[in-house]
């Protein structure tokens, strides 16, 4: 009697063994499709949010331009949680209070500058680990920092 149930408990043994070799086996082969699309995921919500804050800084230099006349070129640089306006190279402090309104997460560093020719240029635009960049209204191009 002893001697089966010794039976049983080594296959017993042997099949939660065999069930956590396959089970790692699984994670091997998902991890990387898994890092891979969580990757996209960050990359794709840093063009979505960087699209949002130059439709929204659009909106700012319209809206201002329509009150009083607002010098090109007009650029936000982003600081931490926080952005000054420039025109012309000048730092402004308007009467009113200016909010980037977006959907999404504002960018720790970097700017975004509306050229003399109505352009805008995109310039290290970080979120987190991704860094955004776009000249002269071309291609918005988001990559991932390896720093």
Same mark, same amino acid.
């Given at each position: 009697m002893k @001697?089966? *149930? @010794?039976? *049983?408990?080594? #296959?017993?043994v #042997? @099949? *939660? +063994?065999?069930? !956590?070799?396959? /089970? $790692? #086996?699984? /994670?091997i082969i998902?991890?990387? &499709?898994? #890092?891979?699309?969580t990757n996209n995921m960050a990359e794709d919500s840093a063009v979505t &949010?960087?699209?949002n804050i130059v439709d929204s800084i659009k909106a700012i230099y319209? %809206?201002?331009? $329509?009150? %009083? @006349?607002?010098?090109?070129?007009?650029?936000?640089?982003f600081e931490k949680d926080d952005y000054t306006f420039y025109e012309m190279g000048k730092k402004v402090n308007y009467e009113i209070t200016l909010n980037i309104k977006i959907d999404g997460q504002l960018p720790?560093? +970097? &700017? !975004?500058?509306?050229?003399?020719d109505g352009t805008t240029t995109v310039k290290d635009l970080t979120f987190g680990s !991704?860094?955004?960049?776009q000249k002269n209204d071309q291609n918005l191009i988001c990559t991932k920092n390896n720093n």
């Open positions: @001697e089966e *149930y @010794e039976h *049983y408990k080594t #296959i017993r #042997i @099949e *939660y +063994g065999m069930v !956590i070799v396959i /089970l $790692l #086996i699984v /994670l998902l991890l990387p &499709s898994v #890092i891979t699309i &949010s960087t699209k319209t %809206n201002m331009n $329509l009150k %009083n @006349e607002v010098a090109l070129p007009f650029e936000v640089v720790t560093s +970097g &700017s !975004i500058l509306i050229n003399k !991704i860094k955004c960049n």
